[in-house]
């Protein structure tokens, strides 16, 4: 099975902008995780999406939402960049509880 | 809320050597899970090793192996005859049991070197 694959790998973007991840899930996986990876922060937890349903959310502010579609792939919004957005943003796919199975990340630099 | 706490930030080991990272975690549930999830240079995080909390039995896989201790909160991973492809960032993790939704709660991490 193809493993889970997120688009773009990298992205620069400008303060103020708006920006999309994409992450699509190993085939069978309903269940997708976001986190984000800082230096100063270390992993967060985003959210979660199963069936296209929010199940579960981190502490972040509104300017982070995302969604699920009927496929299964997800994709994550962060509107009005802030230059502490830069970060490696990490999505996991999961079949049960027992794992998660992430994908090599979208390494996003805000200037 | 839980909270994971890896208190190396960096370790060394010798190819061939044994380490052992070691994971304190404060949770007040009773039903978790816990992992040991590796990100080398790649930053690729790939699970390592599970222990099912209501397990009493170590869980191993090959050369990792973890000593979890549940009523001290412990949970450390040794690797065994380490290699130079063991060498990465070592991310501790908690995730409680509900049935439903699925979030890790990582620690600060571990990086370890293997040298020759």
């Known amino acids: 099975k193809a493993g889970v694959t997120q688009t773009p790998r990298y992205l620069i973007k400008t303060r103020g902008q708006q920006v999309t991840l994409s992450c699509s899930p190993i085939?069978?996986?309903?269940?997708v995780s976001w986190y984000q990876q800082t230096p100063g922060q270390g992993l967060q937890f985003l959210f979660e999406y199963f069936s296209e349903t929010q199940r579960n959310k981190g502490n972040f502010p509104g300017r982070f939402s995302g969604r699920q579609f009927s496929n299964s792939r997800s994709e994550m919004n962060v509107s009005t960049l802030e230059l502490g957005d830069s970060a490696l943003y990490l999505c996991a796919s999961s079949l049960t509880e027992k794992e998660q199975y992430f994908g090599p990340g979208t390494r996003l630099t805000v200037t | 809320a839980q909270t994971v706490t890896q208190s190396q930030p960096e370790m060394s080991v010798q190819e061939a050597e044994t380490v052992t990272l070691s994971c304190t975690y404060d949770?007040?549930?009773?039903?978790?899970?816990l992992f040991w999830y590796k990100q080398p240079p790649s930053r690729q995080m790939i699970l390592v090793i599970r222990q099912e909390a209501y397990k009493q039995q170590n869980a191993t896989e090959n050369r990792f192996s973890v000593n979890f201790q549940k009523a001290a909160k412990s949970f450390s991973l040794k690797i065994s005859d380490s290699q130079l492809g063991d060498t990465a960032m070592y991310f501790c993790a908690f995730m409680k049991l509900t049935g439903t939704a699925s979030k890790l709660t990582f620690g600060t991490g571990t990086r370890l070197q293997v040298t020759l």
């Open positions: 085939s069978g996986h309903r269940s």
């Open positions: 949770t007040s549930e009773s039903n978790y899970y």
